[in-house]
């Protein structure tokens, strides 16, 4: 079965530059999250999009935007990267009739 | 107080036992819960949801759920060596009736089975 693609896996940054993670869903799946998680934490919600609209906000930082696409895949941008934001980026899919979300292989963002 | 709360373990278990993971949350309008697997370094996988209260089985897998004292319990039966990962409870929070379905997550519970 097609799952979560997320590209890169991996990406090496220096302190203020940019970023920018891409995220495509299961097919047919609507609703996309991206969620944060760094050394030893559970991961945090970041941001939402139902239908190409962004449908809830959580801890992410004014730095960082996201959008959905009509093809339903989405980008993370990241700009003006702090050593902080060096985590594991998931991106997750569900069916909007659906709760199950399903997450993709993530990516490791490193900054130095 | 984080809203998810699970034990972070580690918890201990030989190879063939049963392990048992605990979840407990904050939110009485929580409506779906779910268990998932993540092995270090790897994403999360999703091995149960449970919407209702009672028990559901899938295989080796076990979820409880008991609203009214807002817990979800995970049993793992036969438990295997590759069965050892963390495993993490999240919630779906409902907050005055609308879900957009983003989890919270629990801190994680780290179980090992030794052979």
């Known amino acids: 079965a097609a799952g979560v693609i997320q590209s890169p896996r991996h990406l090496i940054k220096e302190k203020r530059e940019t970023a920018t993670l891409k995220c495509y869903p299961i097919?047919?799946?609507?609703?996309v999250y991206w969620y944060q998680q760094g050394p030893g934490q559970d991961p945090q919600f970041l941001i939402s999009?139902?239908?190409?609209?962004?449908?809830d906000k959580g801890s992410i930082p004014d730095r960082f935007s996201a959008q959905q696409f009509s093809d339903y895949h989405s980008e993370l941008n990241m700009s003006s990267l702090e050593l902080g934001d060096s985590a594991l980026y998931f991106c997750?899919?569900?069916?909007?009739?659906?709760?199950?979300?399903?997450f993709g292989p993530g990516t490791r963002l490193t900054v130095t | 107080q984080k809203e998810v709360e699970q034990n972070s373990g580690p918890l201990s278990v030989p190879e063939g036992a049963i392990a048992s993971l605990n979840c407990t949350y904050s939110d009485r309008g929580s409506q779906s819960f779910f268990w998932y697997r993540q092995y270090s370094g790897k994403s999360p996988e999703l091995i149960m949801s449970i919407y209702s209260n009672g028990d559901k089985e899938d295989g080796r897998f076990t979820a409880q759920l008991n609203k009214a004292s807002q817990y979800v319990s995970l049993l793992i039966r036969d438990s295997q060596p590759s069965d050892s990962a963390t495993y993490l409870c999240?919630?779906?929070?409902?907050?005055?009736?609308?879900?957009?379905?983003?989890?919270?997550f629990g801190q994680g519970t780290i179980l090992t089975v030794h052979p």
């Open positions: 999240a919630v779906n929070f409902h907050a005055g009736g609308t879900s957009y379905g983003k989890l919270t």
């Open positions: 997750a899919s569900r069916l909007a009739e659906r709760y199950e979300q399903y």
């Open positions: 999009f139902y239908e190409k609209m962004q449908s």
């Open positions: 097919p047919r799946h609507d609703t």
